[in-house]
């Protein structure tokens, strides 16, 4: 009886066995699917400032096309390359097993004074106004130069898709041990059909006036990398027609016990 329930139970396992050896295959053929089509998107966007450095090269050599209105925009195309190819190489390095923050004691406040401040001149230009709300208290466990690139792609896109005459703020508050960073815009919104693909590596909700604004569809992919990296959350709410919130949320570091450490 014993060895009849030991088979039953054998029989069990290698269907288990063959089971969990099938979802991993598939689970796989997934990978594979989306490395593919991270490929074919990647290509595709290399391309496309490709094909205009081409044919204004042409354009120019051929006196089609006056030569200082045709070199700006091969300049203009170059930079969008090789801001592709920055954001790129910085996913794949957040993407890295070996990759490590550079953490420290950080006060936010100030992280964002100093990203905010980068802002100034392009804010003015547009008429948008950069208000600040900083709870002066909030001392984050994060890597400086990667929160900086969080902040500074949030108020870019906060930037470019708001109309001039609007608002764009920041606000940091503190609660239970964690500090949230709003970055709350006026602007065009994104519709809800959209909210959940947004940071998708290369989607955008107008491609037209992505590149426009010459984005590279990679700012909120980079955005939600480093933050899950620091442990902490990112959300975006928005509605269409009225503006957007995004959403960060980072653990503090108890400054009371911070400083104990350091007097020790
Ligand atoms: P991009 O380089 O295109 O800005 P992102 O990854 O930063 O790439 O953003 C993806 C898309 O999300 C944008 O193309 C835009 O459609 C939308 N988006 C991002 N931030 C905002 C915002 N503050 N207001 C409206 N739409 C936004």
Redesign the pocket.
Known sequence: FSKRVAIGKSHDELTELAHSFNELAKSLEQVDRERNAFLANVAHELRTPLSYMIGYAEGIQEGVIERNKGMAVIEKEAKRLDRLVNDLLDLAQLEGSDYRLDKEALPFAELAREAVAAFAWQAEQKHIQLELELDEDSIIDADWDRMQQVLT?LL???I???PPFTTVTVRITSSNGWAEMVVE?E????PEA?LSS??KRF????KG??RQ?G???????IVQEIVAKHGGDFQLV?QEGKG?K?IIRIKEIDVGAFKEGEQR
């Open positions: 792609n870019a896109n906060a470019a898709y708001s815009d602007g065009a919104g994104i959209d947004v940071q989607y955008r909700v107008k006036r992505s604004n984005g590279t569809g990679l700012g909120l992919a928005s957007t995004a």
